[in-house]
């Protein structure tokens, strides 16, 4: 799952006189594209001097099934990325999600019901975005900015801002089990971040994609449906919001609506982390997979450190700024 680019990416020639280049300009793109697994290392060597409670089987255990929420939620996040977008609805669209499958299971209507509900209304919100995005020409930031506030609001509507508990042995045994030391978290992070790579990396459609993020205007001149495609990115990264939903109300076992998350950040600082351009027209999926680790590695870090949880979202805010900065390097 190699960094996969569009026609966006441009190739920096760098003459030999009069000055040879610094080592720093030399080795800035190859550190940017492996930040992730270059800073995850660093996170699991110094948590591991930090404290002896770090680097054992139960506790990495437990941060790479928290891990599989946000790997679920940033691969989605990464396929509108590749297409030149950012989706700032997350925030939101992961307590609805949950709330969609709260009440379900609280009216009956079974697990495969409810999350189906889940998935599918996490979807019409990505599919809204996509075709305010891509037909009526709002810019991406407008656009799911506004529907993160919109659907917050009808979430707190819809419960009255009470937290629905959810209680099922499906959802237990999908938290706590799996097949033999293999989490049932882990393999659907899996199989989605398998999913994604096949579809951008070996698929028309994800060729498309990555020629939209690349260069929307070269790719529409080239017969490219853009607009279909960018409400395609937008309706994919709902679907997943959707399935993190569930995820994390299995976890939890509730479902709440005033949920605040950092996973917005964080999805968007994996990505960039993973390797990908927030300009767009690159992608590299497991790169995402081990930004999203690290995130969760350095909270949870944070946490048997006796850390206060108010240093958390400075330290992830730190790593989205970093991220930005090492982008700069890929363009």
């Known amino acids: 799952m190699s960094v996969t680019t569009g026609t966006g990416e441009r190739g920096d020639h760098v003459s030999a006189e009069p000055f040879e280049p610094s080592r720093w300009r030399r080795w800035s793109p190859a550190l940017a594209r492996h930040a992730a697994a270059i800073g995850l290392l660093g996170v699991f060597v110094v948590f591991f001097i930090a404290t002896p409670d770090f680097l054992t089987v139960g506790n990495i255990t437990d941060l790479?099934?928290?891990?599989?929420?946000?790997?679920?939620?940033?691969?989605?996040?990464?396929?509108?990325?590749?297409?030149?977008?950012?989706?700032?609805?997350?925030?939101?669209?992961?307590?609805?999600?949950?709330?969609?499958?709260?009440?379900?299971?609280?009216?009956?209507?079974?697990?495969?019901?409810?999350?189906?509900?889940?998935?599918?209304?996490?979807?019409?919100?990505?599919?809204?975005?996509?075709?305010?995005?891509?037909?009526?020409?709002?810019?991406?930031?407008?656009?799911?900015?506004?529907?993160?506030?919109?659907?917050?609001?009808?979430?707190?509507?819809?419960?009255?801002?009470?937290?629905?508990?959810?209680?099922?042995?499906?959802?237990?045994?999908?938290?706590?089990?799996?097949?033999?030391?293999?989490?049932?978290?882990?393999?659907?992070?899996?199989?989605?971040?398998?999913?994604?790579?096949?579809?951008?990396?070996?698929?028309?459609?994800?060729?498309?994609?990555?020629?939209?993020?690349?260069?929307?205007?070269?790719?529409?001149?080239?017969?490219?449906?853009?607009?279909?495609?960018?409400?395609?990115?937008?309706?994919?990264?709902g679907l997943l919001c959707g399935l993190a939903g569930v995820l994390y109300v299995a976890r939890t076992g509730g479902a709440d609506p005033t949920l605040q998350t950092d996973f917005l950040l964080s999805s968007i600082a994996a990505v960039v982390l993973g390797g990908s351009s927030l300009f767009g027209g690159q992608s590299a999926v497991l790169g995402t997979v081990a930004g999203a680790v690290l995130l969760t590695a350095l909270v949870n870090g944070f946490t048997i450190l006796g850390i206060s949880q108010y240093y958390q979202p400075i330290a992830v805010g730190g790593v989205v700024v970093a991220a930005a900065v090492l982008s700069r390097f890929k363009r």
């Open 64 to 237: 790479l099934v928290s891990a599989a929420i946000l790997v679920v939620l940033a691969l989605g996040q990464q396929v509108v990325i590749v297409a030149a977008g950012i989706d700032l609805s997350v925030g939101a669209n992961l307590p609805w999600a949950a709330v969609l499958f709260g009440e379900g299971m609280s009216h009956g209507w079974g697990v495969t019901a409810s999350t189906l509900l889940s998935i599918a209304g996490a979807g019409a919100v990505g599919l809204v975005n996509g075709l305010v995005t891509a037909v009526a020409g709002v810019t991406d930031f407008i656009a799911t900015l506004g529907s993160l506030s919109v659907v917050s609001g009808i979430s707190l509507l819809l419960t009255a801002g009470n937290t629905t508990p959810v209680s099922s042995p499906f959802l237990r045994r999908l938290a706590l089990d799996g097949i033999g030391p293999v989490r049932w978290f882990w393999l659907v992070a899996a199989v989605v971040a398998a999913a994604v790579w096949l579809g951008i990396a070996r698929t028309r459609t994800g060729t498309h994609l990555l020629a939209t993020g690349g260069n929307l205007e070269a790719a529409r001149e080239a017969g490219i449906p853009v607009a279909r495609m960018r409400v395609l990115a937008y309706t994919a990264s």
